[in-house]
């Protein structure tokens, strides 16, 4: 999971979002349409809205669907028109013909090829201010961060930041063995090197309070996963760049629940339920939260509204993105400075499974 947090000035109603939302829902790839994406009904119904609330907690369904099409097939596609080209009037495609011949052959092509389809559950708690989305690819919510902002008028966010980095906070709960309250360090963690080597450490099912571990952090390698369990209820994995991987819900969760209980509201309300306290404790653990765009977007529209006139523009603080200007999906905000996350991704959520 990504955590954002939302400025304060954003006040809407459900209704507004569903509106929004319906205004930009997901239709299946045309025949040479290489990706489609939009949204849909969280419940699965086909007419539902798009946007639900279970416990005071909103739900959405980002879903994505692109085409299949083999580079080595495209190549051979491509080759054979070029070869073509060179029987018919003796010569070889140039540099610019040979794209040409390309993006022909692709449109040639995309029509039969198979499609996949993934989809990312969108959590929004509007009580607590934040924007989380299920997904560990940050190039993949930098691409709904954006649909959402252009889709909501007047919608900031930032990503959440801390005082202390994750990587800092894991090297001294492994190095002094001192987990924060309320949580324990599990039997999972990789370490990787600074150095030009790029050395890398994994442990698996294996205890992380040896000797071991602590020698490699004093030769310089750091934490950049800490498998961790929260109040003996959630299991999760924390990352570098502060993303919340491998939730496992323990058993303690469910008692008191019967065996047939479930479906989209019992799975929602225990999800959002567990991780609106887990993800305070977190930011806690790790030094509390660093002041971000949003909180320096909302300072501002105070001072304006008071006669301040002297609020410039919310700027990026740490890992926070400059809350007055929408993300891009390339990773970049208008203005060109970069975005921080995690290069790579772990695959979606599937589309059958619960939300979280």
Not at 16 to 31: I, M, S, Y
Not at 162 to 175: D, E, G, N, V, Y
Not at 273 to 300: F, M, N, R
Request: proline share 6%; aromatic share 6%; with cysteine.
């Amino acid at each position: 999971m990504i955590v954002y947090r939302i400025a304060p000035q954003w006040q809407v109603e459900l209704t507004q979002v569903e509106e929004a939302l319906a205004k930009v829902p997901f239709l299946e790839c045309g025949a040479t349409q290489e990706k489609s994406l939009g949204w849909v009904p969280p419940r699965g119904d086909p007419h539902g809205p798009m946007a639900e609330s279970v416990g005071g907690q909103w739900i959405l369904r980002f879903m994505v669907e692109s085409k299949v099409l083999p580079g080595s097939v495209l190549a051979r596609r491509v080759k054979e028109k070029a070869e073509r080209i060179e029987q018919e009037t003796g010569r070889k495609p140039g540099k610019k013909e040979s794209k040409e011949l390309k993006d022909e052959a692709k449109l040639d092509l995309l029509p039969m090829a198979f499609t996949k389809q993934g989809s990312m559950w969108v959590w929004i708690d509007t009580a607590s201010r934040l924007l989380v989305l299920d997904t560990g690819s940050q190039g993949r919510a930098d691409e709904v961060v954006t649909l959402l902002v252009e889709a909501l008028p007047g919608l900031s966010v930032s990503l959440l930041n801390t005082q202390t980095s994750p990587q800092a906070a894991m090297s001294h709960w492994l190095k002094e063995q001192e987990p924060p309250v309320g949580f324990t360090v599990d039997r999972e963690c990789e370490l990787k090197s600074a150095s030009e080597e790029k050395a890398v450490v994994r442990y698996a099912r294996h205890p992380l309070d040896i000797e071991e571990v602590q020698a490699h952090i004093d030769a310089g390698k750091l934490p950049t996963k800490l498998a961790l369990t929260w109040d003996d209820r959630v299991s999760f994995m924390l990352t570098e760049g502060l993303q919340i991987k491998k939730v496992s819900f323990l058993d303690t969760v469910f008692e008191g629940t019967k065996a047939d209980d479930g479906g989209f509201d019992t799975d929602v309300a225990i999800a959002t339920g567990e991780l609106v306290k887990l993800i305070p404790d977190l930011i806690e653990a790790l030094g509390g939260e660093a002041e971000s765009g949003v909180a320096s977007a909302a300072q501002a529209v105070a001072g304006a509204a008071n006669g301040g006139g002297g609020g410039a523009s919310a700027s990026a603080s740490g890992a926070g993105l400059d809350a007055t200007v929408p993300v891009s999906p390339k990773g970049k905000d208008v203005v060109g400075r970069a975005i921080t996350g995690p290069a790579t991704a772990p695959v979606d959520t599937d589309p059958e499974s619960a939300p979280f």
